[in-house]
């Protein structure tokens, strides 16, 4: 009797001697009762701290699965409770944070997922901290090398917010992913947030408000402009012009196109002309598109269209000239060769004909536009323009556009 007691005795000593041991024996919480609180509708206000409590505890004994049941939890409290959505979402942002920082995935996955689909419908300080945390917990899943969390993160982000009226916290947070996905060359998740951040500016922005949102692209595009990272800047770019191009040649239009080829001229003064003409491509389809559109607007449409159409068709023919005088300014070379520089690449870029044919047109329309207005620079120079000006494709209704501007 004696002996078995000491045989006790020794195996609780080594018990607690030995941390491993107490983990073995000690219970987890009971994920249960949680699950009936949750779903009541009417959980107590310490219910987000209870379930975080039990997937840090899961979370320390390295029980993957076990934290993915209490994150379960968690998502029907969000859907069952909106009133906690505040804490519910900094739980699951810090619960996912770690998991991602101990190589839990589907753990960190599991948390994006409830944040994800929380958003929808959330309002006011709700609305800000899930923004904040998905922001957050997105950060560390960028980092995670050799995994798709970040795309897929985004992929459901992108689809939830596309659908969504316009709010702010929203827009800010697809800026940031946007930033995230470029500056880690993550092209197939930065395509699906400038997508979605796109149409979420159509769901009701304010002209302000587009405006403060397409800078900040500009800004982002410009810098893996910088970086010689095309394909990003082209991605980011070609979602602002898509925008854009629905607008119109409007107030917000003329400031945006106007401060993309100022970062052009940029572009071309630290690297070269025609790495400046590759990037901003975007920018240069917009461009012809909409002096096509209101060349035909002129032609064909009513009288009270008319004038509207000759002011776009005005503004687009001074920006080609100034972005001319500006690179040619910088490279201290002649207008004569940017004009005729630019022509060549946007004939080998662009593939259809009729396309190529108006980029001829509109360059001479420019051109001409640049010698009517600037005849002191331009009369020494023309001689030079023959390879940009035949054959003439500015005449007849398209000269009087001209000879009207």
């Not at 958003?119 to 090398?145: H, I, M, P």
């Amino acid at each position: 009797m004696a002996a078995r007691d000491m045989t006790e005795s020794g195996s609780q000593k080594r018990q607690a001697d030995n941390p491993e041991e107490q983990k073995k024996v000690s219970p987890g919480p009971d994920l249960g009762p949680l699950n009936d609180l949750a779903l009541s509708g009417s959980a107590p206000k310490d219910l987000p701290a209870r379930i975080r409590s039990a997937c840090w505890h899961y979370l320390a004994e390295r029980k993957e699965t076990e934290a993915c049941q209490a994150v379960l939890v968690m998502k029907v409290a969000a859907s069952r409770n909106r009133d906690l959505l505040p804490e519910l979402f900094g739980a699951a942002s810090l619960t996912g944070t770690i998991a991602y920082k101990e190589g839990m995935q589907r753990l960190g996955d599991l948390c994006g997922d409830m944040i994800a689909e929380a958003l929808t419908g959330a309002e006011g300080d709700a609305l800000e901290k899930g923004c904040a945390a998905e922001k957050n917990l997105l950060s560390a899943a960028v980092r995670q090398r050799g995994s798709s969390s970040f795309e897929e993160a985004c992929g459901k982000i992108a689809a939830a917010c596309e659908k969504m009226p316009y709010k702010k916290p929203l827009a800010d947070l697809l800026l940031s992913l946007m930033f995230m996905a470029a500056d880690r060359r993550k092209k197939s998740a930065l395509i699906q947030i400038c997508r979605a951040l796109r149409r979420l500016l159509t769901n009701g922005a304010a002209e302000d408000e587009a405006q403060s949102a397409l800078l900040e692209m500009l800004s982002v595009s410009s810098q893996m402009g910088q970086r010689r990272w095309q394909d990003e800047a082209r991605a980011i770019s070609s979602e602002i012009c898509l925008y854009l191009a629905k607008k119109g040649v409007t107030d917000l239009f003329r400031r945006t196109f106007s401060a993309a080829l100022v970062q052009m001229q940029l572009l071309a003064r630290t690297e070269d002309e025609k790495t400046a003409f590759e990037t901003y491509l975007p920018w240069q389809v917009l461009m012809l598109f909409l002096s096509k559109i209101n060349m035909r607007r002129y032609i064909r449409g009513t009288e009270d269209k008319k004038e509207e159409a000759l002011s776009a068709v005005s503004y687009l023919c001074a920006a080609a000239r100034d972005n001319v005088t500006c690179l040619a300014r910088l490279e201290a070379k002649n207008e004569s060769k940017v004009y005729n520089a630019w022509h060549s690449f946007l004939q080998e870029t662009i593939k259809r004909r009729g396309r190529k044919k108006h980029a001829a047109l509109f360059m001479q329309m420019a051109a001409l536009f640049w010698r009517e207005t600037m005849p002191r620079s331009s009369r020494g120079q023309w001689d030079d323009m023959s390879p940009l000006m035949h054959p003439l494709l500015v005449t007849g209704r398209y000269r009087e556009i001209l000879d009207k501007i």
